[in-house]
């Protein structure tokens, strides 16, 4: 039966000054590395074991797996790292509080950068700024040309990533609409498992 966990990666320093992070490079705080260590040990206390592993070039997901898989024992397992599961680029917002930028814009305009599916953040000055959508469109090509076919063959997979890389995958597994997406939020530091079928449909999933 193939099984899947999700992590979305510890606190970073920027999650802790409540910034705006997308592609920037920061690393775990100290409470996102208790974090990772706890979600280690929960894992192994439930008995999981895998044979590889993804994450993305960030290093506050490679931190994470690292310490998972150190609590683990398993460092040995081979681990795939891509672009394609970075964060959500956040644009010109990248690097701005939270708290200023709704006083600035209001809050329910950066409601909608931050949560809706299809309203992207104003672009940089490269002209880079994602919606959800468009997150979508550059994870899940990756998901389903290199993880589900490790996942057809029996593979015990898990992925640490970001908030919103994740939310696309759950969108696709769980059959989440466009509106119902706006309202998950995925933890940080949290094992998400998932219990998949043949057709890699959702047997079960849930935190552990």
């Known amino acids: ?3 899947l966990v999700l992590v979305r990666h510890g606190e970073s320093e920027w999650n802790r000054k409540n910034l705006f992070t997308g592609w920037m490079d920061v690393d775990l705080s ?45 460092e040995g397992i081979p681990v795939v790292r891509d672009v394609a599961l970075n964060e959500r680029h956040y644009g010109a917002l990248q690097g701005l509080n939270k708290a200023e930028t709704a006083e600035k814009y209001g809050e329910a305009q950066v409601h909608l950068w931050r949560r809706s599916f299809d309203v992207p953040p104003p ?56 509106d119902k997406i706006a309202g998950l939020e995925i933890p940080t530091g949290q094992p998400l498992v998932y219990e998949l079928d043949e057709n890699l449909n959702p047997l079960s999933h849930g935190y552990l």
């Open 123 to 178: 672009k940089d000055k490269n002209g880079m700024g994602e919606s959800l959508k468009d997150t979508c469109a550059r994870v899940m090509p990756f998901v389903k040309t290199r993880i589900w076919p490790e996942l057809r063959a029996g593979k015990r997979v898990i992925i640490a990533a970001h908030g919103n890389s994740l939310r696309a995958l759950v969108k696709e597994l769980d059959g989440i609409s466009d």
């Open 30 to 74: 100290e409470k996102g590395v208790e974090e990772a260590h706890a979600a280690g040990r929960k894992l192994k206390a439930a008995g999981h074991v895998f044979d590889m592993a993804f994450d993305s070039i960030l290093k506050r997901s490679q931190h994470t797996l690292s310490i998972i898989l150190e609590e683990l024992g398993q």
């Open 1 to 3: 039966m193939p099984k």
